[in-house]
């Protein structure tokens, strides 16, 4: 018969120190050299079985290295937002006085994280989301931390309020790009591209349009839209509301008619769109003023 690798319990699910594992007796080294378990960083191990996420491997650097906190986007992972892919690098923030560590798979920084921005999540220490959404703001890419924090804020797991008033009081590195990128967050936007496409516009000549605006047509409720100037009755959607899933198609129809019915323009803009700013720039203007 074919050897079949003893499984302990405790081991099935959750990441482990192999050592940790040996010395208790629960696997030999043999065992643990085998198939039936992942090495996901050095002494780390969790089952095969288990799927590898960013958030799984934002755990095991943490069994790695007690003294961390999980920050930056593998923080905003943690707390809901697909910001980081499996085979990203996870980050973590060490206490300034701690040992750097060199790890394949993880990008270490020191830095003072305050006891008020740690809160421990399903036993992973991760930055709490505001301190996320800063971190997040001083260290990406301008366009790219307005989509990240505007999506913190549509999760509900922190508000725009709270994050402009830190961003506000921030001092050190970084912190005039957390206010900038405080400033131009809204939290309305549904996706990513949405936030780029109002960033767009707003780099524009274009008055500034109202997002997530309400269309009402003899009283009644029509549709909420991206983007509207109602004085124009001209509004802009991300393409990723229409689309032809089951039953999706008649459904979007139906609220393309009661648009047109209204009297409102659409404007629809798509992910290929958004490599040509200029041109939607022009359709945009076109609509709204002939």
């Known amino acids: 018969m074919p050897y079949r690798a003893r499984v302990p319990s405790d081991l099935r699910t959750e990441v482990f120190r192999g050592s940790h594992a040996v010395r208790a007796g629960a696997l030999t080294r043999r065992q643990l050299s085998g198939p039936t378990w992942r090495h996901l960083f050095q002494d780390v191990y969790v089952h095969r079985d288990v799927p590898v996420t960013h958030a799984l491997r934002a755990r095991a650097a943490t069994v790695l290295l007690p003294a ?74 301008l366009d790219p931390a307005v989509a990240a924090v505007d999506q913190l804020i549509a999760l509900r797991v922190v508000d725009l309020g709270t994050v402009r008033a830190r961003a506000a009081a921030a001092r050190g590195p970084g912190s005039a790009r957390a206010r900038t990128v405080a400033e131009l967050a809204d939290g309305l936007a549904q996706s990513p591209q949405e936030t780029r496409l109002r960033l767009m516009v707003g780099r524009s000549s274009l008055p500034p ?57 659409i404007v629809f803009v798509t992910a290929a769109d958004m490599y040509r700013p ?4 022009v359709r945009i203007a076109r609509a709204l003023f002939g």
């Open 68 to 141: 961390a906190v999980v920050t930056g986007p593998s923080a905003a992972v943690l707390w809901g937002l697909d910001l980081a892919g499996a085979d990203d690098d996870v980050e973590v923030t060490l206490p300034p006085r701690s040992h750097m560590v060199r790890v394949n798979g993880i990008r270490s920084r020191r830095a003072v994280l305050p006891d008020m921005d740690v809160r421990r999540l399903d036993g992973v220490r991760v930055s709490t989301p505001v301190a996320t959404a800063l971190r997040l703001a001083s260290a990406l890419a």
């Open 209 to 265: 349009p109202v997002a997530q605006y309400v269309v009402e047509y003899d009283g009644r409720f029509v549709a909420r839209v991206d983007f509207g100037w109602p004085e124009h009755k001209v509004a802009v959607e991300y393409d990723g509301l229409w689309h032809a899933e089951s039953g999706q198609f008649a459904r979007d129809r139906q609220r393309l008619n009661g648009l047109q019915a209204a009297g409102w323009r």
């Open 278 to 281: 200029d041109e939607v720039i």
